[in-house]
């Protein structure tokens, strides 16, 4: 761990500072939510895949914007409502949407019936249009599950500047699962779950803690 020196150390710092309370009532609000309905979690996903290619913070207000009509509205009127509301890809976003609709009802049961979150995370990767490995992730992060980060340009420059991993220039998956494997060797050495880390890491990059 010699090389991640000054990351570990301003980690460290961060775990030291206000900021830590911070991210400690975020991950207690995730837990929360993937203790809820059903429904509430199926948005959620709705908003992981909002976020793919785009703006976390954008995706939150259209989130908000839309709520229960994630589920009700035609591909056609959410299509709309996306355009509307600013969305950088409102047709292929309604269309997955409206094509993951029909696990609305079941997505908590589905969850629950995993023991392993990786056959979980792989699960979604392979059923849910428009969910890759880092929405998978983000998904399962923001409904309570600490195996994971979000591995996004935020973070993939956060790690090239400290010298961690060469920014790539298309994230393959086996590119996303090594530098998933360097991630998780520091959580361990810091003493974070990858979920907690991943929102220091954030922080470190943006100034900002969002979901």
């Given at each position: 761990m010699e090389y991640y020196r000054e990351l570990i150390r301003s980690i460290e710092e961060l775990k030291r500072s206000p900021i830590r309370r911070i991210v400690e009532k975020r991950i207690s609000e995730f837990r929360e939510l993937g203790r809820g309905e059903?429904?509430?979690i199926f948005k959620?996903?709705?908003?992981?895949?909002l976020c793919a290619n785009y703006s976390a913070e954008r995706a939150i207000k259209i989130q908000k914007r839309i709520d229960d009509d994630f589920?009700?509205?035609s591909c056609e009127e959410l299509a709309e409502k996306l355009r509307e509301a600013g969305h950088r890809f409102p047709n292929s976003r309604a269309r997955y949407i409206v094509s993951a609709r029909k696990y609305h009802e079941s997505i908590k049961e589905i969850i629950e019936s995993f023991d392993d979150p990786y056959r979980l995370r792989r699960w979604?990767?392979?059923?849910?249009?428009?969910?890759g490995l880092k929405e998978a992730s983000h998904f399962l992060r923001n409904i309570g599950f600490t195996d994971f980060a979000i591995i996004d340009f935020h973070?993939?420059?956060?790690l090239d500047k400290y010298g961690v991993a060469e920014k790539p220039k298309t994230l393959t998956e086996l590119r996303y699962l090594r530098i998933e494997e360097k991630l998780r060797e520091i959580s361990r050495y810091v003493g974070l779950n990858m979920a907690e880390l991943d929102l220091y890491l954030w922080f470190m990059e943006t100034g900002k803690i969002l979901k």
């Open positions: 059903s429904k509430e959620e996903l709705c908003f992981c895949i589920i009700t509205l979604l990767v392979k059923n849910i249009l428009g969910i973070i993939l420059n956060l």
